[in-house]
Structures are given as C-alpha cells and as structure tokens.
C-alpha cells in the first residue's frame, strides 16, 4: 500500500494548513502523522484508530492540530492551527503495513 500525502505549503506563523492523507488501496488500518525537520530525527505528531474513535498526540501539537478520518472518502487528515516556526519539517502519512509516502512540506515563517 502506496501512501500519498498533501496539502503543505508556505504560511505564517499563525496561520493554519489542512494536511490529507489517501492509501493507495481501500485501507481500515490504524494510521499517524510523522513529520522530520532538517538535521533531526523523525517524530510522531498524532494517530488515530481505525474507527477513529481513539486519538493520541504529540505534546508540541496538543491543543493545536487535529487528526481525523473519513474511511467512506479512505482519507485521513491533519489539521494544524495556530502554526508555529518549530513546526518546520516534511509530514508523513502512516498507516499499519503501508510504504512511507513522499511527505509534504511545511514551512512556517516568523
């Protein structure tokens, strides 16, 4: 299962950006967000159960982003408020038994 991210961009801080995720093939697995920032090592950011009824989050984004799911559209999404400089780093999608996808870039400026 191929994974297949977007939705980065450029923005400032403060502003917002809706990340979405489609697996290649029809997927109800577990699935997460990751992101790696230059020179760092890559991190968990959120997931979220198959049914999407359970979520967990990084304690940097708390408060901040969302992850959800709509298995009817096979997609999952990220949404991230109230963006911060630190935020910086390519975002990967996750999913139990699927192949890392490109990533998405995002870049917040101060």
């Known amino acids: 299962v191929q994974l297949v991210e977007s939705g980065g961009g450029l923005v400032q801080a403060g502003d917002s950006l809706r990340l979405s995720c489609t697996p290649s093939t029809f997927s109800i697995t577990p699935m997460g967000w990751y992101r790696q920032a230059p020179g760092k090592q890559r991190e968990l950011v959120a997931l979220i159960t198959s049914g999407g009824g359970s979520t967990n989050y990084a304690d940097s984004v708390k408060g901040r982003f969302t992850i959800s799911r709509d298995n009817a559209k096979n997609t999952m999404y990220l949404q991230m408020n109230s963006l911060k400089p630190e935020d910086t780093a390519v975002y990967y999608c996750?999913?139990?038994?699927?192949?890392w996808g490109r990533g998405t870039q995002v870049t917040v400026s101060s």
């Open positions: 996750y999913a139990v038994g699927a192949t």
